[in-house]
């Protein structure tokens, strides 16, 4: 997991308060959006056993290739470590794990062969998770080197062999996956449900709109429950 906090640790500092901060859960490397931090021992274990009780909502917003024909589906295929070359690569597998993820179409634009923004809602916590039901459905998340394929982009960037057409194929240079909204109940005190949004970066409202999306996706998950 890749954590940016510039800046975040001195304006703590500013305020008097402690800056020791503790991730309470992970984002794929390359997903942007809401990464939650604990500032105390017992925010720590609260929400982390939030996490565990599978009480915490997560909301992810996803820019796939391809026009998927659903416009609301659960997709509950178990997922299992692939057999390939690959040590990260995962795979829906009978023999996996679990793994249950809500999609809902949110936009298709482009040709026929063009774009979708997608809605998705993990009600579990596997590897790749949603990553690997897109890919599995047959739209894999633009530029996303592990699943578009084989994984031959992966491989490419693992040896420093990447190159700019290797990109152009993929789409963009990191997958577009952001996390868009968590909620959860106040860790410590009675006083209700915390919703915590990320707007959507602009690297990929930018090829979305530059590919022919109309709406952009700044406003697509506002009104999911």
Request: charge should be negative; hydrophobic fraction near 35%; avoid cysteine.
């Amino acid at each position: 997991v890749d954590v940016r906090m510039d800046g975040l640790d001195p304006q703590l500092e500013r305020e008097g308060q402690r800056t020791e901060l503790r991730p309470l859960h992970r984002l794929d490397r390359e997903t942007s959006g809401v990464l939650l931090m604990a500032r105390t021992r017992e925010a720590d274990v609260a929400i982390k056993s939030m996490f565990e009780k599978r009480t915490v909502h997560k909301r992810y917003l996803a820019l796939v290739h391809g026009h998927l024909k659903l416009e609301s589906e659960l997709v509950d295929e178990p997922i299992a470590p692939d057999d390939g070359p690959i040590r990260v690569r995962m795979r829906v597998h009978s023999r996996g794990k679990s793994a249950q993820t809500q999609l809902r179409v949110l936009e298709h634009f482009g040709s026929e062969e063009g774009f979708s923004w997608v809605e998705a809602i993990p009600f579990s916590g596997r590897t790749h998770q949603i990553r690997v039901h897109l890919a599995h459905l047959g739209h894999p998340v633009v530029g996303d080197k592990l699943y578009q394929g084989d994984g031959e982009a992966f491989l490419k960037k693992w040896h420093g062999e990447l190159q700019l057409h290797d990109i152009e194929e993929l789409g963009l240079p990191r997958h577009a996956l952001h996390a868009s909204l968590m909620s959860l109940e106040h860790p410590l005190t009675d006083s209700g449900q915390i919703e915590l949004t990320a707007p959507t970066p602009s690297d990929l409202l930018e090829f979305a709109t530059r590919m022919g999306s109309r709406s952009g996706a700044k406003e697509l998950t506002s009104d999911s429950s």
